[in-house]
């Protein structure tokens, strides 16, 4: 057990991804004995059988206190007895149903006519994020390197900021409505409203974080305060800059929801609610794992970028290190001069 939970210490690759692996497992594991347990939960009563009730039909789904008391009051009457078995409310849809549904919400055609269909509901919202996300960075990131480098301009700026980030962005909505229509661009003002005030925090609070000796040797080396900023404080922090944008970019998800649903309704949040009006829940929860899945593969791949970008920040094992090492034994060090000799 000490191998598995030794305090902040690495652990071995395969660890690594069996825990990944595993952290997926448990939540379907879960989800699962949920589904297909019937004594587990299942608080209704499907009908198999209606026996002469008149309100009720196969496949109807009633909660169990109700359908006791039917099977009561039938039984006081002598007549038949309905049948049914225990089941999940319809909203709570089993993996299965989910699993084929991630296959058919692309291949159904809309219900109505001007309806999308899903994987433009998709590129719609992936639209709207994406601009939402970089209008709001290239305003952001600059003013917070500002902030971070200079007290005057974060005492100028970040009370300010700090004030307005409590701000609720779905507030803004019917203003943005106001200002912009009721196409996208409302949609987009909201996702750079959510995303804006936090990272102009965020990055003037990494800037803060760089260390004051590097600044003192620069200035030591005759360096201008523009080059402090850009020769110094710049690239100290651009690998925490680049962690922080991943995971603001994450935010700016989490507002996609709320934003899609200014004006008129677009993207995979009208394809969710019109699901929803359908009682297909199963398209429901297909289009939430979708978001997921977008989301976790364009995390996993910037994350995949920064390590190499800044792989001097998390160095890692290099195969063609260890090869050409082999090839030049006698002149490793010359090749490598980090690699300290062989005895």
Known sequence: MSRWFAIRQELPVRRVRLLGVGAFLLPLLVWSLFSYVPWLWHPMIKITEPAGVSWVRPGQLLPRED???????????????PEGVRANPIFFQPPHAVARALYTAFTTKPTLRGDKWLHESIATSIKTIFWGFVISSLIAVPLGILCGAYVTASRLTEPFVDFVRYMPAPAFGALMVAILGIHLEPKIAIIVI???FQQVLVVANTVRKV????LEAAQTLGARPRQLILRVLVPASLPDLYNDLRILLGWAWTYLIVAEVVGVSSGITFFINQQAKYRNFDNVYAAIIIIGVIGFTTDQILGWFGRRLFNWKNPRPSRFRDVMGRLFAGREVLLFPDKPAAP
């Open 67 to 81: 359908f006791a008391k039917l099977v009561e009051n039938r039984r006081a009457e002598s007549a038949a007895v």
């Open 211 to 214: 260390d004051n000796g590097l």
């Open 194 to 196: 959510g995303t804006f």
